[in-house]
């Protein structure tokens, strides 16, 4: 079965590094995967979109990698701040229109 | 303006008794979807839905129902609740036919069932 990984355990990281979260999966094939962020009692925000075809992906401070030989994205948050604490979902697609399926997400947390 | 927004925000109810969260965009998109996120924080597709097919993720119990009165809302349903419906609901919008194009998310319906 399809199974996404991300690391569900919090991620300390100091105010000013660079965060990387993993996303892995199996049994995919996604022509692409999105990336979202989730903070305490709303709803998940969209970030950035990354093509199979597409090595890598930037949006400020924020960086995306996809690696279909290794069935993994990274997520990258440079410059770190603590505004960025927060959960980070993944959702790689195959396409079609029944929805997403995410990953449990990784909750990062910035520490000043 | 709020693009995607849903009611109540809060429902406190008992056991075997029906209720309905509404949700409405206004992103003029023609897929809208209802998901799930447990006490775990997982985050898990109930219904994809757009005016030409309804998909239902098969582990959806069929007390659940999505009914949608146009293109700008889609409600959900659910029947003689039970404890473990109890956990926060997200409605969604995309444009479908559009690959890759990113959901919107509501801000959520805390469900509690006692």
């Known amino acids: 079965s399809q199974k996404i990984e991300q690391n569900s355990e919090a991620l300390n990281i100091q105010e000013g590094k660079t965060a990387t979260l993993t996303c892995n999966y199996t049994n995919y094939s996604p022509a692409y995967l999105q990336w979202y962020r989730q903070d305490p009692g709303r709803g998940p925000v969209f970030l950035l979109l990354?093509?199979?075809?597409?090595k890598e992906k930037r949006k400020e401070r924020l960086k995306v990698t996809f690696d279909t030989t290794l069935k993994q994205s990274l997520f990258h948050i440079t410059a770190s701040q603590p505004a960025d604490s927060a959960t980070y979902l993944c959702?790689?697609?195959?396409?079609?229109?029944?929805?997403?399926?995410f990953g449990k997400g990784t909750h990062l947390i910035i520490q000043p | 303006d709020t693009a995607v927004s849903q009611t109540p925000k809060y429902l406190v109810t008992q056991m075997g008794n029906d209720k309905s969260i509404k949700c409405e965009q206004n992103l003029g998109h023609d897929t809208m979807y209802w998901y799930k996120q447990d006490s775990k924080k997982f985050l898990k597709i109930m219904f994809s839905?757009?005016?030409?097919?309804?998909?239902i993720n098969e582990t959806v119990p069929n007390r659940f129902s999505p009914k949608s009165p146009d293109k700008a809302h889609l409600n959900l349903h659910i029947n003689s609740l039970e404890l473990g419906d109890s956990a926060v609901y997200f409605c969604a919008s995309s444009q479908g036919d559009r690959e890759g194009s990113p959901l919107h998310f509501g801000n959520g319906t805390r469900l509690t069932v006692t």
């Open positions: 839905y757009n005016n030409k097919e309804l998909i």
């Open positions: 990354i093509r199979e075809n597409e």
């Open positions: 959702a790689p697609r195959t396409g079609g229109a029944d929805g997403l399926t």
